[in-house]
């Protein structure tokens, strides 16, 4: 199935939990761009920048752009965005989550992004809005 570029969003109400899901992917999203830009800021004291910060903060820019863009095509209705970020989620929030450290709070804002995307009504929002494809008969 095709989808389209820019496609537009469904006209079935959206529940609560999930677009409160929404809303907090797009602002983890810009939490995780920020984090990189001030990991960034602060390593730089003129002399040089540690291998480790610059690592981090490409793994922080590349969270940032995947979370604006799967959160927005979870604004769009479509079921892969839902399992792509799931699979971010548990990716990046479990090491932050373990670190106790500054990103602990992004981490725990995904953690609960995770667990509205599949509550009950959720569920049935993603059966009306993106049906599973039929499964194929084999000959």
């Keep these: 199935m095709k989808i389209p ?3 537009s969003r469904p006209d079935e109400p959206v529940p609560s939990g999930l677009f409160i899901a929404q809303t907090l992917w797009l602002v983890a999203g810009v939490l995780f761009l920020g984090f990189g830009g001030f990991l ?4 730089t004291d003129g002399v040089s920048v540690q291998f480790g910060a610059i690592a981090l ?10 979370c604006g863009v799967l959160g927005y095509r979870l604004f769009t209705g479509q ?5 792509n970020l799931t699979w971010l989620g548990v990716i990046t ?8 450290g500054r990103y602990s709070l ?12 599949w ?3 959720s569920n049935h929002y993603f059966k009306i809005v ?3 494809p039929p499964k194929r008969r084999r000959r």
């Design 5 to 7: 570029f820019l496609p």
């Design 40 to 43: 960034i800021y602060e390593q």
């Design 57 to 66: 903060a490409i793994f922080f820019a590349a969270a940032g752009c995947a």
């Design 79 to 83: 079921r892969a965005a839902r399992a």
């Design 93 to 100: 929030a479990v090491p932050l989550l373990m670190r106790f």
């Design 106 to 117: 992004l981490a725990a804002i995904i953690m609960f992004c995770v667990a509205l995307m």
């Design 119 to 121: 509550l009950p009504s």
């Design 130 to 132: 993106s049906p599973k």
